[in-house]
T-cell receptor, first 117, second 113 residues
Framework: AQKVTQAQTEISVVEKEDVTLDCVYE???????LFWYKQPPSGELVFLIR??????QNEISGRYSWNFQKSTSSFNFTITASQVVDSAVYFC??????????????FGTGTKLQVIP | SQTIHQWPATLVQPVGSPLSLECTVE??????LYWYRQAAGRGLQLLFY??????ISSEVPQNLSASRPQDRQFILSSKKLLLSDSGFYLC????????????FGPGTRLTVL
């Protein structure tokens, strides 16, 4: 069975601080995908990144960076120089490899990030 | 571009009343569509998914139902709402291979009183 654990329920940081959101996953599949989504106060889930299980390269996009480590089953998300607009709930998610039909995505319970000005 | 619309944005309904939430998708044909519910302060729970017109699969037994009358339309319904049906309902579409990512609509916030 798939499982995604986001142990940090809420995090508060002061603006311009760096913050890392943790994500640990469990799966028996060798092919899988990991995702991060952002949910601002408006509610819509915004897709941030997708990684497949064969690509462990870390990725950087502006102030966002992701660290994927299969050895520890983790896919952590770091925001550098946080801004108030980063305040949101962030979800980590996991799906099995492409099946051509139903795609089961397992979401973590989310980490609420509050950036204080 | 592919856009997901959800209607209505917010809804307040009394217990026992019927429900109909609509999700429509633009810019793609034969999308895989999903209904999720998010209770206050909680994660996402998959309710239904559909791989095509008239094809609905349910993940969780409950008093909700879903229908797919048209290729780009996905409807969530209930004959009699319960207090526990309150929550934020999100429709999602699955992008094609190899991207294989779910993209979400703006959601409908339902309060059952």
């Amino acid at each position: 069975a798939q499982k995604v654990t986001q142990a940090q329920t809420e995090i508060s940081v002061v603006e311009k601080e760096d913050v890392t959101l943790d994500c640990v996953y469990e799966t028996r599949d060798t092919t899988y995908y990991l995702f991060w989504y952002k949910q601002p106060p408006s509610g819509e889930l915004v897709f941030l990144i997708r990684r497949n299980s064969f690509d462990e390269q870390n990725e950087i996009s502006g102030r966002y960076s992701w660290n994927f480590q299969k050895s520890t089953s983790s896919f952590n998300f770091t925001i550098t120089a946080s801004q108030v607009v980063d305040s949101a709930v962030y979800f980590c998610a996991l799906s099995e490899g492409y099946s051509g039909g139903y795609q089961k995505v397992t979401f973590g319970t989310g980490t609420k990030l509050q950036v204080i000005p | 571009s592919q856009t997901i619309h959800q209607w209505p944005a917010t809804l307040v309904q009394p217990v026992g009343s019927p429900l109909s939430l609509e999700c429509t998708v633009e810019g793609t044909s034969n999308p895989n569509l999903y209904w999720y519910r998010q209770a206050a302060g909680r994660g996402l729970q998959l309710l239904f998914y559909s791989v095509g017109i008239g094809q609905i699969s349910s993940e969780v037994p409950q008093n909700l139902s879903a229908s797919r009358p048209q290729d780009r339309q996905f409807i969530l319904s209930s004959k009699k709402l319960l207090l526990s049906d309150s929550g934020f309902y999100l429709c999602a579409r699955r992008s094609g291979h190899p991207s294989d990512t779910q993209y979400f609509g703006p959601g409908t916030r339902l309060t059952v009183l």
